[in-house]
């Protein structure tokens, strides 16, 4: 059975639709990153560092879903 970093080097090369959202969680990572320095942040500020967590989840999520239809589909092959 395939580890779940294998798969996910696997989809980085044959899925656009992974790698966009890695490229996405990437960024979204370094924007955080970026606030997170800051001592004080403004109420926008903070309701951007929201946004960007929620975001970044949402893309986190898509990716490990990427992974287990990856794997629910390497089973029903390897099932036949």
Do not use: C, W
Request: proline share 1%.
């Amino acid at each position: 059975m395939l580890t779940e970093n294998v798969i996910a080097d696997l989809l980085r090369q044959s899925s656009l639709e992974f790698r966009q959202l890695e490229e996405s969680h990437h960024r979204l990572d370094a924007e955080l990153a970026e606030l997170q320095k800051r001592h004080v942040l403004t109420p926008e500020e903070e309701f951007q560092k929201k946004r960007i967590q929620k975001e970044k989840l949402a893309k986190k999520d898509k990716m490990a879903e990427l992974v287990r239809l990856y794997r629910e589909h390497e089973a029903r092959a390897g099932a036949h």
